[in-house]
């Protein structure tokens, strides 16, 4: 399986090809281990949220699934958007409504998103102790965690560098 990719590629001019293949090469290993089946909109639907990094709303997908003439009535495009969150291969950002692809899927962990105020890009922290944390507060009051995503929301470096100038 490929390895978990640098959340800070998204704020970084880089090879989107290979960032979006190796995700995909992970979701792909991840679907045959749990015996689901990708379905070719449930594909082309993560090919979609893969081709920017940036949270993406329900009709947008459903736009670009139905210019690959998937259909275009809604149900398409949210059955397939919440197999994807189901399953740990996309991302739902509450804060803008929309749905991002997880750069870590098959791994358990709970998501903290960067989003940038400014050009709303999405990056997708690997886990760095937050679910722990999580963990040690929900159990200090017998709260036990199903599920867990952390939004921050501040200026990416393009933008601050536009700013500056």
């Known amino acids: 399986m490929a390895a978990p990719l640098n959340p800070a590629t998204a704020f970084v001019k880089h090879n989107h090809q290979t960032c979006s293949g190796g995700v995909m090469e992970m979701a792909d290993q991840r679907v045959r281990d749990a015996g689901l089946r990708l379905t070719p909109v449930r594909r082309r639907t993560l090919e979609i949220l893969l081709e920017e990094h940036r949270a993406i709303g329900a009709y947008?997908?459903?736009e670009r699934l139905s210019k690959s003439g998937f259909g275009k009535q809604p149900p398409v495009a949210y059955r397939a958007l919440e197999f994807l969150v189901e399953n740990g291969l996309a991302h739902r950002i509450r804060r803008l409504n929309a749905f991002a692809a997880c750069m870590q899927p098959g791994q358990t962990h709970a998501p903290v998103f960067f989003i940038c105020s400014d050009c709303d890009v999405v990056a997708e922290a690997p886990d760095q102790g937050v679910g722990n944390a999580?963990?040690?507060?929900?159990?200090?009051?017998?709260?036990?965690?199903?599920?867990?995503?952390?939004?921050?929301?501040?200026?990416?470096?393009?933008?601050?560098?536009?700013?500056?100038?």
């Open 134 to 165: 999580l963990g040690v507060a929900g159990n200090r009051i017998g709260f036990e965690i199903e599920r867990a995503n952390v939004e921050v929301l501040g200026i990416c470096p393009a933008c601050q560098a536009g700013a500056a100038e």
């Open 60 to 62: 947008e997908v459903l």
